[in-house]
């Protein structure tokens, strides 16, 4: 009787793990999108909603399609965006054509990156880093567009990152906004020790797989953002999740370029 239970307790755990695995398979419907992101609040929220997960609905399902979400850290999204077993991620910078990952022409967000210090110290922006160390997480790759010579302390999420500042591994922790604002009210930071300024700002863009459909699927989102934006439907998206951006959209007309800052 034992022996039966510890067979079928094996099988159990290797088919959790067989599904845990296998679950980012690209769908065989062309007309479904698999999605891959970490949940950020109002963005890609738990139940379907969010300004991410709004905007591609407004794009894609007048053409039929539908979406099929799965939560992951960025970090593992990535990584499936990369190996073809997704189509679409959000939040990557803007790639050329010889990488393994498609990136949107258009942006979505400003990309905003936050860093807090202790308020004892001085700040006068990027050159405050000289010579430190800095906590960030490892997928984000924020070491390649930080100018000063300093020492990136990489880690796998921005919870780590922000645990081991307050424990004083580093004096400076950076990431994401979003990311940053959540942890900041998590930990209750108390705002006269503690400092936060804007340390970047880079154009973050939707991210599809390098294959037939991720192309199709990129063709379709750049060919619709101009319209959205000239409508006004992007700046109405904006406003209902009370998202204030700088980003610079560049819209093609059939005379100029139009720049639209939302």
């Known amino acids: 009787m034992k022996r039966f239970i510890l067979i079928n307790c094996i099988l159990l755990i290797f088919i959790t793990i067989s599904n845990n695995t296998f679950s980012y398979d690209i769908k065989s419907d062309e007309k479904t999108i698999s999605i891959v992101t970490p949940i950020w609040d109002d963005w890609t929220n738990k139940d379907g909603s969010g300004f991410y997960f709004e905007l591609i609905n407004l794009i894609y399902t007048p053409l039929g399609y539908k979406t099929d979400i799965s939560f992951t850290p960025f970090a593992r999204a990535f990584r499936v965006i990369e190996q073809k077993k997704a189509d679409l991620m959000f939040s990557l910078y803007s790639r050329d054509e010889h990488s393994e990952v498609l990136t949107s022409q258009h942006p979505i967000d400003a990309g905003t990156v936050l860093i ?147």
């Open 116 to 262: 807090i210090f202790d308020n004892k110290l001085n700040w006068n922006g990027m050159s405050s880093l000289h010579k430190q160390n800095v906590i960030m997480p490892r997928a984000y790759k924020y070491h390649q567009y930080i100018t000063e010579d300093f020492t990136p302390m990489e880690i796998k999420d921005s919870e780590q990152g922000m645990a081991m500042f307050l424990h004083g591994r580093a004096p400076y922790f950076v990431t994401h906004y979003v990311e940053m604002l959540k942890l900041q009210k998590e930990h209750n930071i108390d705002p006269t020790k503690y400092r936060t300024e804007v340390l970047m700002q880079r154009n973050l863009h939707v991210g599809y797989a390098k294959t037939e459909k991720g192309e199709k699927l990129r063709e379709i989102f750049d060919k619709k953002m101009p319209e959205l934006i000239q409508n006004g439907v992007l700046e109405k998206l904006y406003k209902k999740w009370n998202i204030d951006q700088l980003v610079n959209f560049q819209v093609a007309t059939q005379n100029k370029n139009t720049m639209i800052s939302i």
